[in-house]
């Protein structure tokens, strides 16, 4: 196997999906060691299953799936089904995978994963609530300063939240693990709102994927279909962005995107502002920050690597 090695976690989910696509679709650049699954878009159960089919529609069942977190540490679970669907795939037609879950929780496996393999050699992609990676760094402290990476979406600073006037849905849903994260030292960069919303879904970029033809563009115009569909009756956009699958893109062509070193803190305590991230530039030593904050991405640069490899 070649290329960079990466866990990628999730909680599948309509762009999840997207940004699986793009990943199993790049095998030359990206050693996919695992996918691991936690409750979010939809429950836990319903991500696991929704992570296993689309593996199979991309033929990649060399990946291992690997269920996590069926609830946040603290709050109470928050789904978000009005915007995925009730199976958390949209309209798609679902069905049972034919190869089952790999054993072993998510968060047992990043630590097996990054305690065996040299360290800085193994990045994380987080495309839905932390909990499992928390969970990890909980069980094995020791793993933090071997992780690579963690390229997460996640968070809102100018742009103001999507699932309360303050916070982006990943942290909201459990911004307890995203704190306990964000403060363990790991090397973050964070895909917030502020750039996922520069990236947006349009008929001609819908159009140029169906026409490839493979199953995973037919499956990937679906689904954006859908979130047209569906952010034009929810929040009245007619071109909706498109968020998880900037994090493969940026393991991919980190030249597609402008960040900064930051320090960021998550709101845990207000009922009102809880999962509110304050993105903080004005540091003593920036060259020291371990979290960087993106502020602007190449739309479509993004949409030409997603096209040209659903295309292979």
Not at 2 to 9: L, S
Not at 61 to 89: K, N, Y
Not at 100 to 120: C, I, Q, S
Not at 158 to 171: L, R
Request: contains cysteine.
């Amino acid at each position: 196997m070649t290329g960079q090695a990466v866990i990628i976690d999730g909680d599948p989910g309509v762009d999840d999906a997207v940004a699986l696509f793009l990943a199993f679709a790049s095998p030359a650049d990206l050693q996919i060691l695992a996918v691991t699954t936690v409750a979010g878009n939809v429950g836990a159960e319903l991500t696991a299953r929704n992570a296993r089919i689309l593996r199979q529609i991309a033929d990649r069942e060399d990946v291992p799936v690997h269920a996590g977190a069926q609830a946040p540490l603290v709050r109470e679970a928050v789904e978000a089904g009005h915007f995925h669907g009730e199976s958390g795939l949209g309209d798609m037609a679902v069905f049972e995978p034919a190869a089952p879950l790999a054993p072993g929780h998510a968060a047992n496996v990043m630590v097996e994963h990054l305690m065996a393999r040299p360290a800085g050699s193994v990045s994380l992609a987080v495309m839905g609530p932390m909990t499992n990676v928390a969970l990890a760094m909980a069980l094995e402290p020791a793993i933090v300063p071997r992780i690579g990476r963690i390229v997460a979406m996640g968070g809102a600073r100018s742009e103001g939240g999507n699932i309360t006037a303050t916070s982006e849905y990943n942290i909201h849903a459990d911004p307890h693990a995203a704190a306990v994260v964000l403060r363990s030292g790991a090397p973050v960069v964070m895909l917030g709102l502020d750039a996922t919303h520069q990236v947006r879904v349009t008929p001609a970029r819908i159009a140029a994927i169906a026409a490839l033809g493979t199953p995973p563009a037919r499956a990937t115009a679906e689904l954006l279909e859908f979130s047209v569909r569906v952010e034009k009756v929810l929040v009245g956009w007619d071109h909706p962005p498109l968020h998880d699958p900037c994090t493969i893109a940026y393991l991919l062509a980190p030249e597609l995107f402008v960040t900064r070193p930051c320090r960021i803190e998550v709101e845990t305590a207000s009922p009102v502002t809880l999962g509110c991230t304050s993105v903080e530039f004005r540091l003593e030593n920036p060259a020291a920050a371990h979290v960087h904050w993106a502020t602007s991405i190449d739309a479509e640069g993004v949409f030409a690597l997603i096209t040209g490899r659903l295309g292979r």
